[in-house]
């Protein structure tokens, strides 16, 4: 009976820590490409938290201008009347 070889007994040892290893770095590779995807979804939520913050900050700006153009048309006159009253 012949014992075994120590060139087929490394040569197997070899591939298995190859295959352990590779293993590991897809595990790793994994677990960083589902990192990346979590952050990728966060960072969308975020995009589209901004967009409807945008939305409702331009037409908070808008409502404010036309509030601001009405006020400013109402005392404007009445501001000139005033004036007009303390020169006579």
Known sequence: MQGIEPKFHNSLAERIEAYRSLTQAMEEHE?????????F??????????LDNRKKLEKS???????????????????????RKLKS
Request: aromatic letters at 12%.
């Open 31 to 39: 677990a960083q490409s589902f990192d990346v995807a979590s952050k």
């Open 61 to 83: 700006i808008k409502e404010y201008r036309q509030f601001h153009d009405g006020l400013r048309k109402v005392i404007t006159p009445k501001l000139r009347e005033l004036r």
């Open 41 to 50: 979804s966060e960072l969308l939520e975020l995009y589209e938290e901004y």
